[in-house]
T-cell receptor
Framework: GENVEQHPSTLSVQEGDSAVIKCTYS??????FPWYKQELGKGPQLIIDIRSNVGEKKDQRIAVTLNKTAKHFSLHITETQPEDSAVYFC????????????FGKGNQVVVIP | EAQVTQNPRYLITVTGKKLTVTCSQNMNHEYMSWYRQDPGLGLRQIYY?????VTDKGDVPEGYKVSRKEKRNFPLILESPSPNQTSLYFC???WGQGSNQPQHFGDGTRLSIL
């Protein structure tokens, strides 16, 4: 089955700087790659996703890039703010039928004011 | 408001005492799922349901049961809880059966089994 790994496990950045989280996946048939943000005491919430027919997607301060050849994708957060402090999960799936979403173990991002 | 609602949010109980965690969604989603979250292990799927009366095991189903009698509800049942089931549990739902659809998560249930 699909194996998704995230690096680094913890990331501290100064407010205003950029944060980048990288994920690798093992199944070359995966074609859907979402990112979830989990704030303290809350469930994960989808913040952005990308499908394998595009290499980059952007939504305001958040962007995701996908490299299918190398089987990795990254989340980029620019101009970080204290409210960006959270745990971020990447995931991957084939996107069809019964195939489940495989999650990475999560990254703790801390934005230092 | 579209949401996934779990109850209870917190529960402390003892080994062997049956418990049920309820999950309800108001989005008419076909697919529902249960995850547990443990430090260093991320989100691991326990059971999922593609539709009413259709359920299947996830990655860590041992010690758990589920049922899907109605589309909106997907309870998680621990028949004889043990301390290794102490964890943070999340219910999730999504529209359609394809895993390339966004999942909506509840706010979690923290279970402590003594």
């Amino acid at each position: 089955g699909e194996n998704v790994e995230q690096h680094p496990s913890t990331l501290s950045v100064q407010e205003g700087d950029s944060a980048v989280i990288k994920c690798t996946y093992s199944d070359s048939a995966s074609n859907y790659f979402p990112w979830y943000k989990q704030e303290l005491g809350k469930g994960p919430q989808l913040i952005i996703d990308i499908r394998s027919n595009v290499g980059e997607k952007k939504d305001q301060r958040i962007a995701v890039t996908l490299n299918k050849t190398a089987k990795h994708f990254s989340l980029h957060i620019t101009e970080t703010q204290p409210e960006d402090s959270a745990v971020y999960f990447c995931a991957a799936s084939r996107g069809d039928g019964n195939n489940r979403l495989a999650f990475g173990k999560g990254n703790q991002v801390v934005v230092i004011p | 408001e579209a949401q996934v609602t779990q109850n209870p949010r917190y529960l402390i109980t003892v080994t062997g005492k049956k418990l049920t965690v309820t999950c309800s969604q108001n989005m008419n989603h076909e697919y529902m799922s249960w995850y547990r979250q443990d430090p260093g292990l991320g989100l691991r799927q326990i059971y999922y349901s593609m539709n009413v009366e259709v359920t299947d095991k996830g990655d860590v189903p041992e010690g758990y049961k589920v049922s899907r009698k109605e589309k909106r509800n997907f309870p998680l049942i621990l028949e004889s809880p043990s301390p290794n089931q102490t964890s943070l549990y999340f219910c999730a739902s999504r529209w359609g059966q394809g895993s390339n659809q966004p999942q909506h998560f509840g706010d979690g249930t923290r279970l402590s089994i003594l």
